[in-house]
């Protein structure tokens, strides 16, 4: 009658002992959330950089070539631009999110899905020249919306799609986006 109590005590004491490993497995798990927020900070920074207190964000622009369908051949015309540099700092970024997964996602196998924006309070921008001439930095002016991105948790892995600030649109194929280094944005 013994041996009979000492197996389930001992099937009882054996999974007690293995709960804190348990719960400290669960607890190193991060939640689809921060993982969606990290994901969407890795892809915020893949083109800016905090320089300071502000994030800052470089576009280059090559001015179109002239003469219609074909490039011009020889030397460039004195006095056409050569392109510029257009550098955006951002201050007092803040982000939002909002997940949207439903149950139907759920059935379809999609652990979580949801948007995530980031905006600015304030932006200002100078240009700087190929040859070196620059700018001078624009006044602060409201900015709102700078980057939004979609993310979806489905299979194991993460997909993003993101949407840049109205600028680069304006911009077209004439306008790269690049994270600059802090030392090269102009001071001021």
């Known amino acids: 009658m013994l041996s009979r109590i000492r197996l389930p005590v001992a099937a009882v004491v054996m999974a007690l002992s293995t709960?804190?490993?348990?719960?400290?497995?669960?607890?190193?798990?991060?939640?689809?959330?921060?993982?969606?927020?990290?994901?969407?900070?890795?892809l915020f920074e893949t083109f800016r950089?905090?320089?300071?207190?502000?994030?800052?964000?470089?576009?280059?622009?090559t001015p179109p070539s002239s003469g219609g369908f074909t490039q011009t051949l020889g030397a460039a015309p004195t006095g056409r631009a050569q392109g510029h540099t257009i550098y955006v700092a951002y201050a007092d970024m803040h982000l939002e999110g909002r997940e949207t997964t439903t149950d139907i996602d759920r059935r379809n196998g999609i652990g979580w899905r949801g948007s995530l924006a980031y905006s600015a309070a304030a932006a200002r921008q100078i240009s700087v020249?190929?040859?070196?001439?620059?700018?001078?930095?624009?006044?602060?002016q409201p900015a709102g919306p700078v980057y939004t991105v979609t993310l979806e948790f489905k299979d194991g892995g993460w997909s993003s799609r993101g949407q840049e600030m109205s600028l680069l649109g304006a911009l077209g194929r004439y306008g790269k986006i690049r994270r600059p280094a802090c030392s090269e944005v102009p001071a001021g």
């Open 19 to 42: 709960l804190p490993a348990l719960a400290a497995s669960v607890q190193t798990v991060p939640s689809p959330r921060l993982e969606a927020q990290r994901q969407a900070n890795a």
């Open 49 to 61: 950089i905090k320089c300071g207190t502000d994030h800052v964000v470089a576009i280059d622009v």
């Open 129 to 140: 020249g190929r040859d070196g001439t620059k700018g001078v930095w624009s006044p602060w």
